[in-house]
C-alpha cells in the first residue's frame, strides 16, 4: 500500500489475488463473527455488545466514517490521494450548521456538500493542475480548513440566538424511520436473551428501529458508488485514471477531466460526510470530525478501496465508537473480542505460510486476551484510540491483501505520461 | 520524393503527412517531414534512436500538435487536437511500451474511451461478444475476461491490437512492435499484418530493424535527424544502402578484436536460485564463470529472470540458494554497498530508474553509487572538490556533451546520459562490469562509443556480464554466450559460429531437442 | 547547490514572495466582503510590531516553530512524510517533564537535570517515531497513515497519563491538571530583553545548532546525499547501494528526536510543567514552515519567524475587532500558494536549462528526451 513517497517495503510481487467471494461466503463469515460476539456477550455479560441502541449508536457514528471513507474512494481511484478529507469534513460540519439552523437540516446538508466541493476542487487545482505532491496538499488543506471555519463561525454564529464563537445554534435532526411491526418482534425476542437468537434480533432491531433518513442516504450513496465505478463507462474512465493515466489517455480519455471531477466528488462526500456528522449531533462545533477524515481515510484502506469493504470498515469503527459510548463494561469486553480477531488472523497468516506475521498477531492477540481477563475496566481515556490501533493492527499484519490502484499518489502531466 | 501513386482513379493516400515541423524548447524534434501512405499497404518509417520517428507518430495520433504542416486523412486535411480526434477519422496506434492497465480485465482495457452503453451503464454482453468476434476474425486468441497482470508479452501486444481493431481503425500505426518480440513471434505477428492488409487496412510500421522493414513493408520511408531523407520501394534498396541512408553513413558494427580472456576467475556463480516474492522461481539454479578479460552474453526474451539475475548479483534482490563469488570471495549475502566496493560496476537496464539522479547536477551523480570512495568522499565527508573534478575528467573522456557539470542530468539526451553513466562505472578500476542492455535507447555515436570503452576495458582484463536485447550487439560483443529461459540458462553457444535465428530459437524454447 | 547567481536567487525567492502577497489578497478580500477594514488589520498589526513584547513572543514561538520544522524537513528531504511530529513532541513533552519534575531530580547538577530531560525528551519521540519506521520497513505500511493514526493515538495516551492517579497533579486553585512542577535547578534561564517582561527562551541556542548541525549533515556528508538520493530516487539509490531501510530507520528516528526537542524551549523556559494547555498543533505548524522554507536551513528560520510573528500579531487584531481566525487563513493560504508557486518555478528552471543546453549544444532531441 502505497500513498506516493517511498515504496520500500513493499514487498513487489503482485498480492495474490483472492477469488471473488461468493454472497454465500459473506452472510457464513459474518454469522460467525455474530457467533462469537455472542459468546463474548455471554462470557461477559456485556449486553451492551448486541443491543439494538448500541447497533443505533454504530450506525450513527459509522455513517460520517463512510462518507469520508466514500470520499477517499473516489479520490484515490483516480490516482489522486487525499488527506485533505479532515480539512473538507470541517467544511462540511460548518456548512450544515450555517444552513442547517437557518433552514433545517437537509440545507445544511445540501450547504455542506457545497463546501467540501469547494475543498474539494481546491485540492484537485493543487494536484491535477499544478501537479503539486498530494501530500503537501492535502496537509495544506487540512491547516486552512479549520481556520477558515473558525473565522466564518466567529463572523455567522457569536452573534446568532444559541449560537457561540464556536459553535452554531442547535440543528434540527433529519427524521427517522422504523419498520413497523418488525421492530417490537425483534424487541420482544432480544428481551430473552437467548443465546444468539437475542443477540440476532437486537442487532436486526437496531438496524430497522429510528434509522435516520441520513444513513439510508448513505446506504444508497454506498451502492450507487458501487455501480457507477465498476459498471460503467463513466467509472470505468475514471478508474482507469488511477490504474493507467498513460492508456487511458492514448485511448482518448480527458483525464484531467475525470481526475478533476473524481477529487471533486471527493470533496462533495467528505462535504456530506461532515454535514451528517453536524445534524446528526445537534450543532456544529469547532473541532467537532475529531480525526474521522482519517478514520475514514483508514476505513477505505482496510475495505481495500472496495465500496462493500470500506462499508464493513466504517461499520467496525462506528462499532468501536459507539462502544466507548456505552461504558467501560462493554469497552472491557472489546478486548477479548481484539484478542480472538487477532488470533483469527494468526491462523489465516499462519495457513498461508506467513509464520512470523502469525507468531506477532498471535502474541498481541494473546496480550489483549490477558488484558481481558487480568483486569476489570478499561481507562476512559483510553478507549478511543481504538479505531486507530486497529488501523494499525490490520495494516500492519494483513496489508499483504491490499490491492490499491496503482497509479494513486503518482503526479500526472497531460502528454508526459507516455 | 514519395512515390507516385498509381495512375488513374486510385484512391487518395490513406495518409499524407506534408512539410511537418515541430519544436521543444531549444529543440527541433521535427522539421519539413514530407510522407505519403498509399491505402491498403504496410510503410515503414525507419530512422535510428533520437531521429524523430516517435514524435512524429505522436503527431499523427493527435498526442502532439504540429506547429507547422498538414496532415491528410484519405485525402481530406484534418487537424487533431487529442487521440480521440485521430481514433474518430480511423486511426489507431500501438504502442512500443504497452498502454494496458494491470489491474483491468482485458474487456476494460479493450473498451475504454469507446464502450458500448445499456442506458448509462455500460454493456457488459455486447463489449465481450464483439471483441471474441474480431479475436476469431484475426486468430487473435484473446479472451475478453481475464486480468491483464495474467498475460505474457506476446498476449499483450494482441490485446493492443484487437484495442485499435475494436475501434474500427483502418489505419494502424505500429510503433517498434518488434522490440520485446523473438524471431518466431515476430513471424506471427508479421502473419497477423499480412492478414489485415488483405483486409485492405493500412499499416505504418516503425522501426530500425532493417531487415524486418525488407520483409514485409510495401514502401519506405527513411527519416534522419528529425527530417524525411529518402522514400524507397524495398525491391530497389539493400540492407546496407537503408543503413546508409538512415544514418548518413556507415553503421558500426559491434565486434570484438582478438580474444582477451584469461585463466583468472572474476565472477563464479553457482546454484544461484532467486524467488520472487510470491514464492514463484524466477531464477533457477543458475551457474556460470567469467574470468578476466572475458564477455558473457546473456541472451533471452524479456522477463525470463535477466532482470532477477542482475539485481541478485548486485545484491538488491536476496537469493534463496546458491553461491556468488567474486575474486575468490564469498558475496552471496553481502550488500550492494559492499559488492560495489569491492569492484563490479553497474550499468542498469533503466538508467531513469536506476543510474541517475535526474533532478541532481551530474557532479552529484557522479557520486552516486560510488559514494563511499575516493574521490567522492572522506571519511563520512563529502569531497564535493574532488567529486567535481572527477566529473570534469569523465565528461571529457567519454565525451559527454554537456555545457558544465552543474546541470542537471535530466537536461542532457539519452546517449550523454549513459556515457555519464559508463564513464562514472568504469572508474575506480572495477574487476566486474554488470551491463544490462547498455546501448539501449542512444544513438549510434554513442552506441559506438559505449562499445569500444567496453573493448578497452575488456582488454585491461575487466570481465563483463552483457545482457542485451539486440542479438546483433550480443554476437559481436561476446567471447561466451548463454540463452536464459524461464530462469534457467538452457544452452551456450559459440558467438563465432551462431546466427541469430539459431539464438532466437534457443530463447524460445524451440531449440532444446538439439 | 547550485551556483548563486542574481537569476537563481531572484527565482528562489519568486515563490515564497509570490504566495505572501497572493495570500495577502485573499485575506484583504476576504476582510473587505466580511465587512472588516484591511487598512484598520496592517495598521494593528504593524503597531504590534513595534511592541517589544510581540518581538520577544514571535522569537519565542519561531524558536518552537523551527524545531518542528527541522523534524519534519529531516524526513521531507527523502520523501518520507513524518505527519507524526505532533504526536512525538507531545508524548515526549509530557513524559520528560514528568520526569523533569520529579522529586529525586533536585539532587542532580542543574546542567545534569537539563540534559537529562533533553535526552529523555529526544529517546521518547525517537521511539514513538521508530513504530512508524519499523511498520514501514517490516510491512510497508504508508507512514503517512501509520503516523496520523498514532498522532490520534499519542493524544489519548498523554490524556490517560496525565491524570493525578499517574503521572500528574492538579494545580492548587485551578481545575488545571499538569506534571509536577519543574524547580529552579531545572530550568533554562532565558535572556532578558528590554521593553519585555517576557525573556527569550534560553533554549534558541538549542534551535540554532540543530539549525547548523541539519545544514552540514545534509549539504556536507555522505550521510545527507543518500537521504537526498533516496528522496529523489529510491530505485537508483537502491542500486546505488544504499539501504532504504536502514536510512528510513535513521532518518524517522531522527526526526523523531528533534521531533522530541520542540517542546523543550516551552517546559523548560516558560511554563515548567506539562498541563492540559501546553500548546498543541506545533507539529502541523512544523510542515507548514518546513514547505515554507523549502526544508532550507535558512529558509525555514525565515518562515518560522513569519509564522511565529503572524501568530502573536493575531492578538492584537482582537484588540482591534478583527477575527483573528484571519491570520489562520493567512497561514493557510501562503501554504497551498506557496506549494503551487515551487512547482510552477521548479517546472520553469527545468525548461530553462534544457533550453540552454539545447542551445549550447546545438542539436535535436526527442520527445522523450525532453519530457524526461
Known sequence: ???????????????????????????????????????????????????????????????????????????????????????????????????????????????????????????????????????????????????????????????????????????????????????????????????????????????????????????????????????????????????????AESLGVNVLKYKYLAVTASGAF???????????????????????????????????????????????????????????????????????ALVVVAVIQYRSGHNVLSGVAAAIGVLFGWWYFASSEVPPELVGAAPYVVTLLVLGLASQRLRPPKFVGEPYRKGHAV | MSPEPPAGGAPAPAVQLSAITKRFPGVVANSDVNITVRAGTVHALVGENGAGKSTLMKILYGMQQPDEGTIAIDGAPVAFSSPADAIRAGIGMVHQHFMLADNLTVLENVVLGSEPRKGVGLDFAAARAKITEISTAYGLGVDPDRLVDDLGVGERQRVEILK?????????????????????????????????????????????????VLSVADDITVIRRGTTVASVSPEGVTARKLAELMVGSALPVPELRESTVTDATVLSVEGLTVLSADGRTVLDNVSFTIHAGEVLGIAGVEGNGQAELVEALMGIRSCSAGRITLSGQDITRATTRHRREAGIGYIPEDRHRQGLLLEAPLWENRILGHQTSAPNVRGPLLDRKGAKRDTERIVDEYDVRTPGIGVN??????????????????????????????????????????????????????????ISADLDELIGMSDTLSVILRGRLVADHDPAAVTPEQLGSAMTGAGRED | MRNLTPRSVLLGLAAPLGALVFAALVCGIILAATGNSPIDTVDAMATAAQRPRTLVNSVNSATVYYLAAVAVAIGFRMKLFNIGVDGQYRLAAMLSAALAGAAFMDNLPSFLRIALTIAVAMLVGAGWAGLAALLKVTRGVSEVISTIMLNAIATYLVSYLLNPARLAETTAGSNNIGTAKITEGGQV????????????????????????????????????????????????????????????????????????????????????????????????????????????????????????????????????????????????????????????????????????????????????????
Open chain 1, 270 to 340: 467528505a462535504g456530506l460526510g461532515g454535514a451528517f456528522l453536524a445534524v446528526s449531533s445537534g450543532q456544529y462545533r469547532d473541532g467537532q470530525t475529531g480525526g474521522r477524515g482519517f478514520i475514514g481515510l483508514a476505513a477505505m484502506i482496510f475495505g481495500n478501496w472496495r465500496p462493500g469493504g470500506l462499508a464493513t470498515g466504517a461499520g467496525l469503527f462506528g462499532y468501536t465508537d459507539a462502544m466507548a459510548l456505552r461504558g467501560s463494561n462493554a469497552v472491557h469486553a472489546l478486548l477479548l473480542l481484539l484478542g480472538i
Open chain 1, 1 to 247: 500500500m502505497t500513498v506516493g513517497g517511498l515504496s520500500v517495503g513493499i514487498e513487489t510481487a503482485p498480492a495474490r489475488r483472492g477469488k471473488r467471494l461468493s454472497p454465500m461466503v459473506y452472510l457464513l463469515v459474518a454469522v460467525g463473527a455474530l457467533l462469537v460476539l455472542s459468546a463474548v456477550r455471554a462470557l461477559s455479560g456485556a449486553t451492551d455488545l448486541t443491543s439494538a441502541g448500541t447497533v443505533q449508536a454504530a450506525l450513527t457514528a459509522a455513517v460520517p466514517l463512510a462518507m469520508a471513507a466514500l470520499a477517499g474512494l473516489w479520490a484515490e481511484r483516480a490516482g489522486v490521494v487525499n488527506i485533505g478529507l479532515e480539512g473538507m469534513m470541517v467544511l462540511g460540519t460548518f456548512g450544515a450548521g450555517y444552513a442547517g439552523y437557518q433552514w433545517g437540516p437537509w440545507a445544511g446538508v445540501v450547504f455542506g456538500l457545497f463546501l467540501g466541493i469547494i475543498g474539494g476542487l481546491l485540492h484537485a487545482v493543487a494536484t491535477v493542475t499544478f501537479g503539486v505532491d498530494h501530500i503537501i496538499s492535502g496537509v495544506a488543506i487540512n491547516l486552512l480548513a479549520p481556520g477558515a471555519a473558525l473565522f466564518l463561525s466567529k463572523l455567522y454564529f457569536a452573534d446568532a440566538p444559541g449560537g457561540g464563537q464556536k459553535q452554531s445554534p442547535r440543528i434540527e435532526d433529519a427524521a427517522k424511520v422504523t419498520l413497523p411491526g418488525f421492530s417490537d418482534l425483534m424487541g420482544t425476542i432480544e428481551g430473552k436473551r437467548w443465546f444468539f437468537v437475542s443477540d440476532l434480533a437486537g442487532v436486526l432491531r437496531g438496524l430497522t428501529t429510528e434509522i435516520s433518513l441520513l444513513t439510508l442516504l448513505a446506504v444508497v450513496l454506498i451502492v450507487a458508488t458501487g455501480w457507477v465505478l465498476w459498471r460503467t463507462p463513466f467509472g470505468l474512465r475514471l478508474r482507469s485514471c488511477g490504474e493507467s493515466p498513460s492508456a
Open chain 2, 409 to 466: 542530468a535530466s537536461a542532457l539526451s539519452g546517449g550523454n546520459q549513459q556515457k555519464l553513466i559508463v564513464g562514472r562505472e568504469m572508474s575506480g578500476s572495477p574487476v566486474l562490469l554488470i551491463a544490462s542492455h547498455p546501448t539501449r535507447g542512444v544513438d549510434v555515436g554513442a552506441q559506438a562509443a559505449i562499445w569500444e570503452h567496453i573493448r578497452r576495458a575488456r582488454a585491461e582484463q575487466l570481465a563483463v556480464l552483457l
Open chain 2, 164 to 212: 485499435v481493431l475494436y475501434r474500427g481503425a483502418r489505419t494502424l500505426i505500429l510503433d517498434e512492435p518488434t522490440a520485446v518480440l523473438v524471431p518466431q513471434e515476430v513471424d506471427e505477428l508479421f502473419g497477423n499484418l499480412r492478414d489485415l492488409k488483405a483486409e485492405g487496412l493500412t499499416i505504418l510500421f516503425i522501426s530500425h530493424k532493417l531487415d524486418e
Open chain 3, 189 to 372: 534561564p532565558g535572556f532578558e530583553v528590554s521593553g519585555s517582561t517576557t525573556k527569550v527562551f534560553g533554549l534558541i541556542l538549542l534551535a540554532a545548532i540543530v539549525g547548523v548541525v541539519y545544514w552540514f549533515v545534509l549539504s556536507r556528508t555522505k550521510f545527507g546525499f543518500e537521504l537526498k538520493a533516496t528522496g529523489l530516487s529510491e530505485s537508483a539509490a537502491v542500486a546505488s547501494g544504499v539501504s532504504v531501510k536502514k536510512m528510513v530507520v535513521i532518518s524517522m528516528l531522527l526526526s523523531g528526536a528533534v521531533a522530541g526537542l520542540v517542546g523543550m524551549p516551552q517546559l523548560l523556559g516558560a511554563s515548567y510543567t506539562y498541563s492540559l494547555d501546553f500548546p498543541p498543533g506545533l507539529g502541523f505548524v512544523g510542515i507548514a514552515v518546513a514547505l515554507l522554507g523549502r526544508n532550507n536551513p535558512v529558509g525555514m528560520a525565515v518562515a518560522a519567524l513569519l509564522w511565529g510573528f503572524l501568530d502573536n500579531a493575531a492578538n492584537a487584531l482582537d484588540i482591534s475587532g478583527v477575527p483573528r481566525e484571519i491570520v489562520l487563513i493567512m497561514q493557510g493560504v501562503i501554504v497551498l500558494s506557496v506549494v503551487v508557486a515551487y512547482e510552477l518555478v521548479r517546472r520553469y528552471r527545468v525548461r530553462a536549462e534544457q533550453q540552454a543546453v539545447g542551445k549550447a549544444l546545438g542539436r535535436t532531441k526527442t520527445l522523450e528526451e525532453v519530457s524526461a
